[in-house]
């Protein structure tokens, strides 16, 4: 059986299929054929009752019906359907003359076979009413009971539940649910059906991937969202202000900027929005480990190394004492001891690493740290160690100066609110890569690293906005 895929990043997936023209409706018919084929290896004909929710695995459940042809079939409707992609395989239910009947006109009495359609990979916590009085009377029936994806009522990611459906099969897609494993008394006889998913597809960034790690909170404060120490600066200024500029643009809600005191005076007047810190002498060095440490305890993330040469081993001293860190250009040199991203060109993983860059060398290089790699490129490559994502975004016009220092600060801010380093830096490559399209659509190749900075919001609203 194939390694588990959690929910989150099975929605993650689902989006980014529709982002590369698989669409989801395609999807859910794939899904409902499969549930049926099940089905009908198993039974010739009988009683069908089809118990449907509000989502997408109602969805998956009114396609199914539609290939059980000789059965008798009745569809029940715990809920008005929400989704869209659900209603309109309903509305074909309904024109082709199907039985359907709301939860509370409804008589169950016998089903040779239910189908569990009412909950999905989404739901946490305990059922209500009706779900909860539909649970009891599918439990309750001598039914042969298929589930959906997951039996109702079961975080799919733990396997906890207080009330769920107890199948006899449970049909889930792609991959296996972390779940289903874990309370097998409930799932029944697992079978992991293929929907069409393009084994590439698992290995491309995409939107899905930016909603894994990006988020806003209603209840947010100041701080909530991240907050970031940016780290650089000589022999080149610009750098480390390009990052800090990106971290606020990628939705940091604090941004300090730690550099030199030779390079303070032109760094601190840049911006109003980024709080200026001044590190002791002329350029970074071990001396002033203690300084930028004491500042990261104030900081979820630092990112460090931009418009620095060769200050691995500064980095190596300053991620002994932080939990999270970003390194680039001068920093790329440390092996670092806690989580981290790592974001170097070809040349500068060769320099590095002393090997060719490659998937399996980034997946080596990754392996060696606890954290992630994001190799930069025509198509960047993320791992690590155990997964693998090309990144497709991003254009010719991106070889211009800066652009690698915009990622860094993309990636900080992301990681500043996502624990796992390697969502962190799909995410980054991909909406920072977009943010270069954009400026492509709109200006051609003649921008800089600042057009795609400011161009980081629009990325993100567009992502944001994909249904």
């Not at 039985?99 to 008589?107: A, L, T």
């Not at 990144?391 to 992301?414: F, H, I, P």
Request: aromatic share 8%; glycine share 10%.
């Amino acid at each position: 059986m194939r390694e588990p895929i959690t929910s989150r990043e099975m929605g993650a997936l689902d989006l980014n299929c529709e982002y590369f023209g698989l669409s989801r409706l395609q999807l859910m018919e794939n899904a409902g054929k499969a549930v049926a084929d099940e089905i009908l290896k198993r039974f010739s004909g009988g009683k069908v009752v089809l118990f449907a929710g509000s989502g997408n695995n109602a969805g998956d459940g009114f396609v199914a019906v539609r290939f059980l042809k000789g059965f008798d079939v009745d569809v029940v409707l715990a809920r008005d359907v929400k989704s869209e992609l659900a209603r309109r395989n309903l509305d074909i239910l309904v024109k082709a003359g199907f039985s359907v009947f709301p939860w509370q006109d409804y008589d169950f009495d016998y089903a040779d076979i239910v189908i569990d359609g009412l909950l999905g990979t989404g739901f946490r916590g305990e059922l209500r009413r009706p779900y909860s009085d539909i649970v009891r009377a599918i439990n309750e029936s001598e039914s042969f009971v298929v589930s959906i994806d997951v039996p109702s009522g079961m975080n799919a990611d733990s396997g906890e539940y207080r009330e769920a459906v107890k199948a006899d099969l449970t049909v889930t897609f792609h991959r296996p649910k972390p779940g289903l494993s874990r309370s097998p008394e409930i799932a029944g006889e697992v079978v992991v059906a293929d929907i069409g998913i393009p084994e590439e597809f698992e290995k491309l960034a995409g939107p899905g991937d930016f909603r894994l790690a990006y988020r806003r909170f209603e209840d947010g404060h100041k701080g909530s969202h991240g907050k970031v120490l940016v780290v650089g600066g000589y022999p080149y200024v610009g750098a480390p202000f390009l990052a800090a500029y990106s971290t606020y643009k990628a939705g940091a809600d604090i941004v300090t900027l730690a550099v030199p005191e030779s390079v303070y005076p032109q760094v601190s007047s840049f911006s109003p929005e980024i709080i200026p810190r001044k590190l002791r002498g002329d350029e970074i060095t071990e001396k002033n480990v203690e300084e930028i440490t004491e500042l990261a305890r104030k900081h979820d993330v630092v990112v460090f190394g931009m418009g620095t040469v060769d200050k691995g081993d500064v980095a190596e001293e300053i991620s002994k004492g932080v939990e999270k860190i970003v390194l680039d250009a001068g920093g790329l040199t440390a092996t670092p001891h806690c989580r981290s991203i790592l974001t170097p060109h070809r040349q500068e993983f060769e320099r590095v690493f002393g090997y060719e860059a490659s998937e399996e060398s980034v997946l080596v290089a990754a392996n060696s740290i606890d954290g992630a790699v994001l190799l930069k490129g025509k198509r960047d490559i993320v791992s690590d160690g155990r997964r693998v994502k090309y990144n497709d975004t991003g254009n010719a016009g991106m070889t211009v100066g800066g652009t690698g220092d915009v990622l860094a600060g993309v990636a900080g801010a992301l990681f500043a609110i996502c624990d796992d380093p390697f969502h962190a830096a799909c995410a980054a490559a991909f909406i920072t890569g977009l943010a270069g399209d954009m400026c492509l659509e709109e200006k051609g190749y003649n921008f800089t690293a600042l057009d795609v900075a400011e161009k980081i919001p629009y990325a993100v609203k567009k992502v944001m906005e994909l249904k």
